[in-house]
């Protein structure tokens, strides 16, 4: 986009991108070379140890490039998906 409006492409480019696209039309972007594998499983049990959720207990679901892991954590009576800073997150013992 230009401000409000589309910018102008090469025909090319908008055939390769039509060309990834599955048959919903949703183009699924590859994982990040540099991305660093996480340290929990996926279904892990972690324990946040630092920071405004410290001592809560979670479900580890995932992480991100930046150097965050995605918990599941118990708030106000339903699991939330959070994205936390890895540094806050240990295994549960």
Do not use: N
Not at 51 to 74: C, D, V
């Amino acid at each position: 986009m230009t401000g409000a409006v589309p910018s102008r492409r090469p025909d090319e480019e908008i055939v390769k991108l039509i060309e990834r696209a599955d048959a919903d039309g949703v183009i699924r972007l590859l994982p990040r070379r540099d991305a660093r594998p996480s340290r929990f499983a996926e279904g892990a049990k972690v324990q946040i140890v630092a920071g405004p959720f410290r001592g809560f207990e979670a479900i580890h679901t995932g992480h991100m490039a930046q150097e965050r892991e995605l918990i599941l954590l118990e708030l106000l009576g339903a699991q939330r998906q959070v994205a936390v800073d890895s540094r806050l997150v240990a295994a549960r013992e």
